[in-house]
């Protein structure tokens, strides 16, 4: 008997049929609707205004006159010698490190409690009430940020403050009248506890929902091998939740890089000897008030730039941190 073999196109000439597929009406939409727009609209709305930044940054622009000379680095030479503008961006720099960390440890703190917090024995669940905690720390979030800065400025108003008052009220005299917002030793944390206060329910209610997709019977592992609150929320709810954690960091972080809202709220004037400017008020007020707008945005592309790079370094905390894990994991 007689077996014929029969030999296989190669693989190359397999490969090469495949890529010269055809171009058909189907392909051709759906790159036009799914790349080939939304690549457009990034272009004009997010690369093109930068760019165009870019190039006011090196200019005089008063910002009402079509007439404008390039001065090309000047104006960010100007800007390292600025005091008042080194000042804001320390002041950010401070936001940045102090609001996100301690709004996501609060919340997740809550979110810990109101799914996991509950009694060490039976099922894994939250402490009693749990779901009126949770709508009761949402509920600063449903208030649009403007409204939250300003009514705190009546809070910390020196004189007719419902803080002052209840403070004098309990016997605490050395606060009649005093300026929380007012004082150079009171001003940022106030701004910040502002701050943290309108954040902490969006991630509190991010966190729960993070949290109820990790598996239970991680919980119920480490309650049977005696693991406390403290250790089952580092050594389980945080590495499983990492990435949400790292989202709300970079979220926060532009915030608290911006926080133009709650500052101008607060303390439109930057508060004494500038303890609570940012760099956007700075910029507003250079803008807007001294008509400096290639100045201005010389300051805004150095913001750009601050938050891009802040959102490197979580990005890069985030990967090594995630990298120290696995390979503990291996181990």
Not at 235 to 263: H, K
Request: hydrophobic share 55%; proline share 5%.
């Amino acid at each position: 008997m007689t077996i014929t073999l029969t030999s296989t196109p190669a693989g190359p000439a397999r490969t090469g049929r495949r890529r010269r597929r055809k171009l058909t009406f189907d392909r051709a939409s759906f790159m036009a609707v799914f790349l080939v727009l939304p690549l457009t609209i990034f272009v004009l709305f997010v690369v093109s205004p930068f760019v165009q930044a870019l190039y006011f940054a090196m200019t005089d622009w008063s910002g009402f006159s079509p007439d404008m000379a390039f001065v090309g680095l000047d104006n960010f030479t100007k800007l390292l010698h600025d005091d008042v503008f080194l000042r804001a961006v320390r002041n950010n720099v401070l936001l940045a490190i102090v609001v996100p960390f301690v709004t996501i440890v609060v919340a997740l703190a809550i979110a810990t409690m109101v799914t996991v917090g509950g009694p060490t024995k039976g099922g894994i669940r939250g402490v009693r009430g749990s779901s009126f905690y949770r709508v009761i720390s949402f509920f600063p979030y449903a208030v649009p940020a403007i409204v939250i800065g300003l009514i705190w400025a009546q809070v910390f108003d020196p004189a007719r403050g419902l803080l002052n008052g209840v403070l004098t009220a309990v016997g605490l005299d050395g606060f009649q009248d005093f300026p929380w917002l007012g004082d150079t030793a009171t001003a940022m944390p106030a701004s910040m506890f502002v701050m943290i206060w309108g954040c902490v329910g969006f991630y509190s209610v991010l966190f729960v929902a993070a949290i109820k997709g990790v598996p239970a019977e991680l919980y119920e592992a480490a309650r049977l091998d005696g693991a406390g609150r403290m250790r089952t929320a580092m050594a389980i709810t945080l590495p499983q939740i990492r990435d949400n954690v790292q989202t709300a960091y970079i979220y926060l972080g532009i915030l608290a890089l911006d926080a133009f809202v709650y500052m101008q709220a607060l303390n439109p004037s930057g508060g004494p000897n500038y303890a609570t400017l940012t760099m956007s008020q700075e910029l507003y007020m250079v803008a807007f008030r001294k008509g400096q707008f290639g100045y201005a945005t010389a300051m805004g592309v150095v913001l750009a730039v601050m938050t891009l790079l802040f959102a490197a370094i979580v990005f890069t905390v985030g990967r090594v941190a995630a990298g120290r894990a696995e390979g503990s994991a291996r181990r």
